[in-house]
């Protein structure tokens, strides 16, 4: 038996052991389409019409704190996150399942008030919250969302499908998500130091740190693009491949590359980095290009399209053209302002389990 | 603000806010023909096909215990009790998400194990493992299954709709879950003896308590009652209501009565009792009645049935008569060997949050 930890395999390693070992049972369901390794499964309704269904778990202490995160905006985060890869895959939110895991002392409020953010969002999606489980928790509390949509078939976008010559699209502005989360981050150590020396802490997050709210607002309350899929769908606009963007730009292209078998450039004079997470970048001597590259969590949305489809994004102004697909064997590319190149794959997003960028 | 805590109005209390915070959502999605109330969700897939629906959460320490569960069996019940809800709305299973959430110093022959014994029971539910997310934890493990099925509209049978003068069913035997973790939990009292007084523990819990084996079994490894709808769906049976037992017998036979609005008696002499579970209750001094009633986990379904339908499942070995539905004032009585009666509204199952049984 081996005691190898799975810090040593990384999160993507995990997932194709896992996918292995599922593959067996997708032969016995005819339905399914697409198993693990897209930002949905796929299942056949009917020959002209699929479901989509994500789930993501949401872990005390590894995806939220809760002494930076109001708890209404924790709801919302939790499923507009799903809704995100459903948009992900061109298709439109239908209902959510919702299991928590919540310590015993918890509050009734706690519980309502997160339910509510939830609820706020489910119908900002037009999604119903149709179900779930509750149940109790030693240690922190756990979210586990379940989100199906559908899409007619013909609309169906994957990671793979994208072809040399196609454009490289990002939906709205990057970087906003990491760079909150640096100046949330920074604001629980004042907390915590006030905390330790008994002193009160009075600063409302949100109010007290207006100079920073647009990236703070990214972070703790991330907005699906279901807006850009209605936008896709009325001006029938079909993208080659898509992802949402929650790992990080280069992590998340990189998804696009290897499914499609093909490589990219992008320019990082064309990235539509958020001015605020520039202005906070330059207060914590970073570079905001990193945090749009591998900061991760901004759920815009990744897309390629047939080179001459352009027309039909060009009057959008919350969508960016930032590069190109090329053949595999170019590489995956981002040519900085002085025209020099680095190889993208060297900037990964962060891994849960090996602890590393 | 309330800071009362979620233990002061227990599960059921919770489920009744949450669902009462969820309703508005409902409203968007006209698909959804059942939400937070039932063993699934519903939603309408056409005219005469729904799906259903249903999502469990397993916390490491609250719904099971690493030293007493081998790993490919808690794999093989994190499929199984998810199956059972949806073999509880008389549906067949389509395919499963699994989220889990690991301490990163997990092996790869860990995660391995029990994703076999996922993979294990999906093929033999005939049930796709088709997507899922995996992300760290810092305390335990947490793993969360949604499950999906799909009925013809007509076969749908929700916990409403029993009526005065329907048999109540039940599949199977009760009480051996209960009585299997009363052993395993006296098995682990000796483990950590041995282990604190630095003596080894040599013993295979499964071969080496095998005088126990088939109420071990339904703790670690109950199995769906898929056979049971194929049985209904072949002899054009249709339940006028049904649930699994998760909670109990009682418990859950009180979730029929009062989704339906009716009363019940049920004999305890026709209690299918598991012998095992009588043995392993006499050893204790305790009594096998009440882990029938209130142990839970047993996993087999509890129906009621038109009373001119009792010929077609009469020749089924492994489903007994237990009682009948009366009418709502009559209340829920169990009727004991001497012929008196108790009300089984007192014998409620183990809440989670009030952690009383």
Redesign the interface.
């Known amino acids: 038996?081996?005691?190898?930890?799975?810090?040593?395999?990384g999160?993507f390693g995990?997932?194709e052991?896992?996918a292995g070992?599922?593959e067996?049972?997708?032969e016995?369901?005819p339905?399914?389409a697409?198993?693990?390794g897209d930002d949905?499964?796929v299942?056949a309704?009917?020959p002209s019409k699929v479901?989509v269904?994500?789930?993501?778990?949401l872990?005390e202490?590894?995806?939220f704190d809760l002494l930076t995160t109001p708890l209404q905006h924790l709801g919302s985060k939790a499923i507009s996150v799903n809704i995100s890869d459903i948009c992900a895959m061109n298709a439109s939110p239908?209902?959510a399942?919702?299991?928590?895991?919540?310590p015993?002392?918890?509050?009734?409020?706690?519980?309502?008030t997160l339910?509510?953010g939830?609820?706020e969002a489910?119908?900002l999606y037009?999604?119903?919250?149709?179900?779930?489980?509750?149940?109790?928790?030693?240690?922190?509390t756990?979210i586990?969302v379940?989100v199906?949509g559908e899409a007619v078939k013909e609309h169906l976008t994957l990671r793979k499908g994208a072809q040399p010559g196609d454009l490289v699209c990002v939906t709205g502005s990057l970087g906003g998500a990491a760079a909150g989360l640096k100046v949330l981050t920074r604001e629980k150590g004042i907390m915590v130091e006030h905390l330790r020396h008994g002193e009160s802490y009075e600063r409302d997050i949100l109010s007290n740190l207006k100079e920073y709210d647009e990236a703070i607002r990214q972070q703790l309350l991330p907005a699906a693009r279901i807006d850009i899929i209605e936008f896709f769908h009325k001006h029938n606009i079909i993208p080659t491949s898509m992802i949402d963007i929650s790992d990080g730009l280069a992590p998340d292209l990189l998804h696009i590359c290897r499914r499609s078998e093909v490589g990219a450039i992008i320019e990082e004079g064309k990235l539509p980095i958020l001015p605020q997470a520039r202005h906070i970048a330059d207060e914590f001597q970073e570079d905001a290009v990193n945090y749009a590259l591998s900061g991760g969590e901004d759920y815009q949305l990744l897309f390629t399209l047939k080179s001459d489809q352009a027309d039909l994004i060009a009057p959008h102004r919350d969508i960016t053209v930032i590069g190109r697909i090329t053949p595999a064997d170019e590489g995956m590319l981002l040519q900085d302002i002085y025209g020099m190149t680095i190889d993208l794959e060297t900037i990964e997003g962060f891994d849960?389990?090996t602890?590393k960028e």
């Not at 037009?126 to 922190?140: P, Q």
Request: proline content about 2%; charged content about 15%.
């Open positions: 038996m081996s005691l190898k930890p799975i810090s040593d395999i999160e995990l997932i052991r896992i070992i599922a067996p049972t997708l016995a369901v339905g399914i697409e198993g693990i949905c499964a299942y309704l009917s479901q269904a994500t789930t993501d778990l872990v202490h590894v995806h239908r209902y399942l919702v299991s928590i895991a919540l015993s002392k918890s509050s009734v409020t706690f519980v309502e339910y509510n939830m609820s489910a119908r037009k999604t119903a919250l149709a179900g779930g489980d509750t149940s109790m928790s030693l240690n922190g756990v586990s379940t199906t849960h389990f602890g």
